[in-house]
Nanobody
Framework: VQLQASGGGLVQPGGSLRLSCAASGRTFSTYAMAWFRQAPGKEREFVAVISGSGGATYYSVDSVKGRFTISRNNAKNTVYLQMNSLKPDDTAIYYC?????????????????WGQGTLVTVSS
């Protein structure tokens, strides 16, 4: 499975962006898909995950809940992260990841495949 993340860029505080992650392979709908992010000088952290069917989602506590929405289109082999009300603290490289197990996990070790990352910069 190959993952290609896109959609990052420079946005002002309070603005919105939608990230996309396109996946290769025929079994996309069986994978749980997640977004992680890594801010400058910090460790990579979990953001959100969605089940293979798209029926279940889980978000990291506090940091993005209520502002970010994860979704997927299995017909297009693509997962999205809609980010609203962006803050400077959201500045990071955002990575998509796929878990063969299908588990809604917040741990990096659960994920088998990773995209290359897309940079989001929130600044005025």
């Amino acid at each position: 499975v190959q993952l290609q993340a896109s959609g990052g860029g420079l946005v002002q505080p309070g603005g919105s962006l939608r990230l996309s992650c396109a996946a290769s392979g025929r079994t996309f709908s069986t994978y749980a898909m997640a977004w992680f992010r890594q801010a400058p000088g910090k460790e990579r952290e979990f953001v959100a995950v969605i089940s293979g069917s798209g029926g279940a989602t889980y978000y990291s506590v506090d940091s993005v809940k209520g502002r970010f929405t994860i979704s997927r289109n299995n017909a297009k082999n693509t997962v999205y992260l809609q980010m609203n009300s962006l803050k400077p603290d959201d500045t990071a490289i955002y990575y998509c990841a796929a878990a063969e197990s299908g588990a809604l996990a917040g741990f990096e070790t659960e994920y088998n495949y990773w995209g290359q990352g897309t940079l989001v910069t929130v600044s005025s």
